[in-house]
């Protein structure tokens, strides 16, 4: 209730009131508009939209992120141009949420060149051993590759591999899968990469994988200037393969023939290295084992001798009359 005192006094008292109480109300329904849509966080470069993450967590992601940043634009020769909306979710319901149940599951992240925006998993639920940084710094690429080729055909292979590159991204068993996938002749070709988002999950990460290889022994061979003057040609709407000859110096169609006849020998001697190096070890494993069980048999061979022994003296031990 308003103390009316005079006129002027009970107005200005009772407007101040209503306004601390509209106040008061707006911050409530910030707040929980807040706690159901996330929070937003907004730096140079990046703007975070996330739910359940402390601010700890945003503040080191975007210190490595932007470290990141720094190498991958360091050899695309570029520069990210506006900011990238990275949005975290914690679950998969909420990545289906966020990408309107468009990606594949095994997929840890998708971006949105056009828009800026890069949707990721966090560790909690994404089990492929890649860093949440290295997820973001992986799909950024994605955008900063399209800034220089804008809506341009690229193959898949290549920017998946040049992200996975640049981000130094390395999932949990690739090599081996690789290895085997190669001894078994089952490498699938780069072509093939181009529809990876309707693979499986093994096919995927072997296609992840495969576009990884392929992409590093193209850089390692060529170098990045070359890599960049591909990308140029590509931004400036020269065919993809015509790009690769200009810039590369060699046929598309030969280079990915030969790399994969490369590929399929290299590999199937490093994994048939590695199962010989899996022998090796089993029959260490086993010589060990040996030697443990006969050092065991020896003492309960020198125990049981020891016992006859003690049994021989006690029945000739000499008996003396009391």
Same mark, same amino acid.
Do not use: K, Y
């Given at each position: 209730m308003c103390k009316l005192i005079n006129k002027d006094d009970y107005f200005s008292k009772c407007e101040k009131r209503q306004l601390r109480l509209i106040l008061q109300t707006f911050l409530v329904f910030l707040l929980f508009i807040s706690s159901i849509a996330g929070a937003v966080r907004i730096k140079p470069q990046f703007q975070y939209d996330y739910i359940g993450a402390d601010q700890e967590y945003i503040d080191k992601l975007d210190i490595e992120l932007k470290q990141k940043l720094k190498y991958i634009e360091s050899n695309l020769e570029t520069e990210l141009k506006g900011s990238v909306k990275v949005i975290l979710t914690l679950s998969e319901d909420d990545f289906a949420r966020k990408t309107r149940g468009g990606v594949p599951g095994w997929a840890g992240g998708i971006a949105y060149p056009q828009q800026q925006t890069v949707v990721l998993k966090t560790p909690l639920f994404f089990g492929q051993g890649v860093p949440v940084e290295v997820l973001a710094a992986h799909e950024v690429t994605? @955008? *900063?590759i399209h800034q220089i080729i804008g809506d341009n055909y690229l193959p898949r292979w290549l920017e998946e591999g040049l992200c996975q590159v640049l981000a130094g991204e390395?999932?949990?068993g690739s090599f081996g899968a690789m290895g085997r996938a190669a001894a078994a002749n089952r490498l699938m070709g780069l072509p093939r990469v181009d529809h990876v *988002?309707?693979?499986s999950?093994? =096919? &995927?990460? *072997? &296609?992840y994988t495969e576009s990884r290889y392929a992409t590093a022994a193209l850089v390692d061979r060529f170098g990045w200037r070359a890599i960049n003057d591909l990308l140029s040609r590509i931004g400036d709407g020269t065919e993809f393969e015509e790009a690769f000859f *200009? &810039?590369?110096g060699v046929d598309y169609e030969f280079w990915? @023939? $030969?790399?994969?006849e490369d590929a399929r020998t290299k590999y199937s @001697?490093? &994994?048939l290295l590695e199962m010989q190096n899996l022998i090796w070890i089993i029959i260490l494993l086993l010589a060990i084992l040996a030697m443990i069980v006969t050092f065991v048999r020896r003492k309960l061979q020198l125990r049981r001798w020891t016992e006859e $022994? $003690? =049994?021989e003296d006690d029945y000739n031990e000499p008996i003396f009359p009391e």
């Open positions: 994605h @955008v *900063l390395s999932r949990t *988002l309707g693979f999950r093994p =096919d &995927a990460n *072997l &296609a *200009l &810039a590369i990915q @023939v $030969e790399w994969l @001697v490093m &994994a $022994e $003690e =049994d």
